[in-house]
């Protein structure tokens, strides 16, 4: 767009050459930069076709930001000679159409606050001063008007620009509403399960292996009925801080909801690798926690998968963690049931 404007305006100052009689000479070159804006066109509708790598984007928006604030201060300061020349009949038609590309520049530069208000400043104020001081009464007054708008332009992309950042850190908060659960600020079922999609993309690109662990405390339920939820969220709590420390760089510790916890290791060449992963992150979970004064014991079971080994897509793997976790869930439980009968034998 900002290319467009530039070749637009460049065309209307040629037109007004040709309609002043002016030699070609004068105004020739003039036709080398709306040629150059329609090959900056072409090329930027090429790029668009396919994603911009994140680095470069830095590196883009200076260039064409220099470029525009350079290509105004350039026709500002060719606008204001030539309205002090009088070079055309129509002195005011060159300011005029200048500050319609200023503003339309800057409008589409409101994002970029510095940039757009550059725009607007080389852009109008030179050849509106030269106006007001150069012409006749009724371009002081039209350089006067030109001011005023490029103030009132000033200020509008002011507060476009401040409603914009608003707007972003609104979106932003929303986003981490949606994706964060609001006891242990974990990353919620939508968002874990995003990531282990997103992961599974990934391994089509042949990346190694990735593993995920379903966790689910035990006794969770009497901790709840016996010091209250107060108590039950504050060992949520903790049991979420600990996942968090006890996980790698690359992991992902989320949860599913209730007492139930997942973790999602990256980087998992095998299944001995991830049975000694679990295993340390379990060591690390279940020590004993203090809440409100008492302190209580930490217990897990535990049910894990490795993909592809154990399904090929996410629901499969899932299904497979799943079953192990309920199979530890029911051998932790016929265990403790034969300890309390033994107990019971013994007494």
Known sequence: MLLAV??????????????????????????GLILYCCARMTVWKRLLQKPIPLAKVPLIIKANVGLSVGMMGFLGITASITYIAGTFAYDTLIPVSLAFGATAIAHCLYTLRPAAIGVLVIGITPVALSMIFAGDFNAKMLG?????????MIRFVAAQYDRLIEGLFLEQQIRELADTDPLTSLPNRRAIMASIEAELECESEQKPSFGIALLDLDGFKQVNDSLGHHAGDLMLLGVGG???????????VGRLGGDEFIVLFRNVESKAELSARTTAMLAALCRPIDLDGSRLPVAASLGYA????????????????????YAEKRASKAQAQTVASSRQSAA
């Open 6 to 31: 530039a070749a637009l305006n460049t065309c209307i100052v040629m037109a007004v050459c040709w309609s002043n009689g002016l030699p070609f000479s004068n105004y020739a070159w003039m036709s």
């Open 144 to 152: 006067i008007s030109m001011l005023s708008v490029e103030a009132l």
């Open 242 to 252: 600990r996942l968090a420390d006890a996980a790698e760089k690359d992991d992902s």
């Open 306 to 325: 490795l993909y592809p080994d154990d399904g090929q897509t996410v629901r499969e793997v899932m299904h497979v963690a799943d079953a192990a976790l």
